[in-house]
């Protein structure tokens, strides 16, 4: 604690105000209506504690700011009339009692698991699994695609939410030249079926000569990020693997029991020396950490069955889910996905198939991947234009 030059006493350090959103629950309100009080029972003397209060709701302007570091824990200087008058109205209660009171309502109303009050905005580590990659300038990029994209005319046509890398030499939609440019008209006319798209699509001529070349180097860098130090496809550096015997038969039908290691998983990195098959529900359980980090190692393919789905429970997000294919995937008919693929080689999604994470095709500089879309949904978690998807 510190002393202020009119012999008032405060916290070291500022504590930061709720966000607009939580004003007038918790701290903020309690701590400046108390404070407020505190300053009136002291000006009016022995008022009842009814009175102070509904001239403290007259009276108090609207705050902006609760700067609880410099007057939430304040009290007054030291009077013994003042004093005598705060036990009067206050039944003993000094303004450092208020504080306590305020604190540990805080904390009841669950301001302690990671609530702006102290300045904190995630709930935990990324978990076993560690730092999620670092996905630098690909990080906006929802497809990415080495060798072109093919999308089937049927509706709903294709919606993509988020920026498109077409990083071939000469990239095409449906064997038309691509122009690059924002929004649907970057895919140029795709013989007449291009993605609807709210993003940019980047190739190697647009918006300059280097743009995609960076994204793509980015992309390799984080696929052997997430790579098995053995490969393959290359040497990677995420070692530490716990194994997954059956990987391609992972999932279970709505309402089996959750088995860990088959339709259930905690975070943490998991490899099959085989393909990753997903054929029912398959549950991803952050156990109340939003920033735990879920990595899937292949070593051939990825892939859904038809109608098969990812479950994010207890905080989990997208965002933080990473599927790395030596190979290739291929999500199935109505199948839900959550997280990034970053593919070596290609990526199709049959028909209806949707996924709320990035995925790239061709992520390893040494592979070559086409894309290929029919009536799908791809969103970058966190795009505005795809709220539900984080």
């Given at each position: 604690m510190k002393k202020d030059p009119q012999g008032s006493f405060f916290a070291d350090g500022p504590i930061?105000?709720?966000?607009?959103?939580q004003k007038g629950r918790r701290e903020t309100a309690f701590s400046c209506v108390r404070h407020r009080t505190d300053q009136l029972a002291h000006r009016y003397g022995k008022k009842s504690v009814t009175s102070v209060r509904q001239r403290t709701v007259r009276s108090e302007p609207k705050r902006d700011k609760?700067?609880?570091?410099?007057?939430?824990?304040?009290?007054?200087?030291?009077?013994?009339?003042?004093?005598?008058k705060m036990n009067d109205y206050g039944g003993g209660f000094k303004a450092r009692t208020w504080c306590v009171a305020a604190v540990l309502a805080a904390f009841l109303a669950g301001c302690g698991s990671g609530d702006e009050i102290f300045g904190t905005t995630g709930s935990g580590s990324p978990g076993p699994a560690g730092p999620a990659p670092a996905l630098g300038l690909a990080a906006s990029y929802g497809i990415a695609s080495t060798a072109g994209v093919t999308n089937t005319p049927t509706l709903p046509i294709t919606t993509i939410n988020g920026d498109v890398v077409l990083a071939a030499p000469s990239p095409t939609c449906n064997a038309v030249a691509v122009p690059g440019g924002a929004g649907t008209a970057g895919f140029g006319l795709c013989a007449g079926s291009p993605p609807t798209l709210n993003g940019t699509?980047?190739?190697?001529?647009?918006?300059?000569?280097?743009?995609?070349?960076?994204?793509?180097?980015?992309?390799?860098?984080?696929?052997?990020?997430?790579?098995?130090?053995?490969?393959?496809?290359?040497?990677g550096s995420r070692g530490g693997a716990t194994n997954l015997p059956a990987g391609t038969t992972l999932g279970a039908p709505v309402g089996n029991p959750l088995v860990q290691g088959d339709n259930y998983f905690v975070p943490g990195i998991y490899q099959s020396l085989t393909s990753i098959l997903i054929t029912g529900d398959l549950t991803l359980d952050a156990q109340g950490n939003s920033s735990a980090v879920f990595i899937f190692q292949s070593s051939s393919s990825i892939g859904t069955a038809a109608g098969a789905r990812i479950?994010?429970?207890?905080?989990?997000?997208?965002?933080?889910?990473f599927w790395q294919a030596a190979s290739s995937a291929t999500l199935g008919t109505a199948s839900?996905?959550?997280?990034?693929?970053?593919?070596?080689?290609?990526i199709t999604m049959v028909t209806g198939a949707t996924s709320c994470g990035r995925l790239w095709a061709g992520a390893w500089s040494g592979g070559s991947g086409a894309f290929v879309f029919d009536s799908n949904v791809v969103s970058v978690p966190g795009h505005p234009s795809a709220p539900g998807c984080q």
């Amino acid at each position: 604690m510190k002393k202020d030059p009119q012999g008032s006493f405060f916290a070291d350090g500022p504590i930061s105000r709720t966000t607009a959103g939580q004003k007038g629950r918790r701290e903020t309100a309690f701590s400046c209506v108390r404070h407020r009080t505190d300053q009136l029972a002291h000006r009016y003397g022995k008022k009842s504690v009814t009175s102070v209060r509904q001239r403290t709701v007259r009276s108090e302007p609207k705050r902006d700011k609760c700067n609880c570091g410099s007057w939430f824990l304040r009290r007054r200087p030291n009077s013994r009339k003042k004093d005598e008058k705060m036990n009067d109205y206050g039944g003993g209660f000094k303004a450092r009692t208020w504080c306590v009171a305020a604190v540990l309502a805080a904390f009841l109303a669950g301001c302690g698991s990671g609530d702006e009050i102290f300045g904190t905005t995630g709930s935990g580590s990324p978990g076993p699994a560690g730092p999620a990659p670092a996905l630098g300038l690909a990080a906006s990029y929802g497809i990415a695609s080495t060798a072109g994209v093919t999308n089937t005319p049927t509706l709903p046509i294709t919606t993509i939410n988020g920026d498109v890398v077409l990083a071939a030499p000469s990239p095409t939609c449906n064997a038309v030249a691509v122009p690059g440019g924002a929004g649907t008209a970057g895919f140029g006319l795709c013989a007449g079926s291009p993605p609807t798209l709210n993003g940019t699509v980047v190739t190697p001529t647009f918006p300059d000569l280097t743009t995609a070349t960076n994204v793509k180097a980015a992309m390799n860098a984080a696929f052997l990020d997430i790579t098995p130090p053995a490969g393959p496809p290359a040497a990677g550096s995420r070692g530490g693997a716990t194994n997954l015997p059956a990987g391609t038969t992972l999932g279970a039908p709505v309402g089996n029991p959750l088995v860990q290691g088959d339709n259930y998983f905690v975070p943490g990195i998991y490899q099959s020396l085989t393909s990753i098959l997903i054929t029912g529900d398959l549950t991803l359980d952050a156990q109340g950490n939003s920033s735990a980090v879920f990595i899937f190692q292949s070593s051939s393919s990825i892939g859904t069955a038809a109608g098969a789905r990812i479950l994010l429970v207890n905080g989990a997000r997208a965002s933080n889910v990473f599927w790395q294919a030596a190979s290739s995937a291929t999500l199935g008919t109505a199948s839900v996905w959550q997280g990034n693929i970053l593919a070596a080689f290609d990526i199709t999604m049959v028909t209806g198939a949707t996924s709320c994470g990035r995925l790239w095709a061709g992520a390893w500089s040494g592979g070559s991947g086409a894309f290929v879309f029919d009536s799908n949904v791809v969103s970058v978690p966190g795009h505005p234009s795809a709220p539900g998807c984080q």
